[in-house]
């Protein structure tokens, strides 16, 4: 009995020690899980912060990248919309302003063809002008010739 005692006791013992060596491996590998997670948490924020893509978790990058094209895809209907709206505005201030003063719309008329006009009349002056430069050196070449005889 005394061996029977003596067994049991020592199977207890040892028991308890790979109790204890497990507990003790169990704290070791929980400390190191929650510094693991503590470093990714701050390496996602430092990624976050820094804007640096190969520190970022790639779940996160994911989740952001698609929040950036759902946001991009509503910023680009507003902008279609408001280049709508836009355009509609321009066509509704032209035909307003040419309802409201019929005037307008005969000075606007008048004023293209003074333009075409000023026009015609620029190139006519230039056109002398060049004709004037070539007469004056022809005159000035039949001085020359008739004051050498």
């Given at each position: 009995?005394?061996?029977?005692?003596?067994?049991?006791?020592?199977?207890?013992?040892?028991?308890?020690?790979?109790?204890?060596?497990?507990?003790?491996?169990?704290?070791?590998?929980?400390?190191?899980?929650?510094?693991?997670?503590?470093?990714?948490?701050?390496?996602?924020?430092?990624?976050?912060?820094?804007?640096?893509?190969?520190?970022?978790?790639?779940?996160?990058?994911?989740?952001?990248l698609s929040?950036?094209?759902?946001?991009?895809?509503?910023?680009?209907?507003?902008?279609?919309?408001?280049?709508?709206?836009?355009?509609?505005?321009?066509?509704?201030?032209?035909?307003?302003?040419?309802?409201s003063d019929?005037?307008?719309?005969?000075?606007?008329?008048?004023?293209?063809?003074?333009?075409?006009?000023?026009?015609?009349?620029?190139?006519?002056?230039?056109?002398?002008?060049?004709?004037?430069?070539?007469?004056?050196?022809?005159?000035?070449?039949?001085?020359?010739?008739?004051?050498?005889?």
């Amino acid at each position: 009995m005394n061996y029977t005692l003596k067994k049991n006791i020592f199977d207890k013992y040892e028991t308890l020690w790979f109790i204890f060596l497990f507990s003790e491996y169990y704290k070791i590998k929980t400390e190191q899980i929650q510094i693991e997670i503590i470093e990714q948490k701050r390496k996602r924020e430092e990624a976050s912060r820094s804007g640096d893509v190969r520190m970022m978790d790639t779940k996160v990058v994911q989740s952001e990248l698609s929040e950036n094209r759902k946001s991009y895809t509503t910023l680009q209907a507003e902008y279609i919309d408001l280049t709508k709206r836009l355009k509609e505005l321009e066509e509704d201030l032209e035909t307003t302003r040419f309802r409201s003063d019929p005037k307008l719309i005969m000075l606007d008329r008048e004023l293209a063809m003074l333009q075409a006009q000023y026009n015609e009349y620029q190139a006519a002056n230039s056109s002398m002008h060049e004709n004037n430069v070539s007469l004056q050196f022809e005159i000035s070449t039949y001085r020359r010739l008739l004051q050498g005889n």
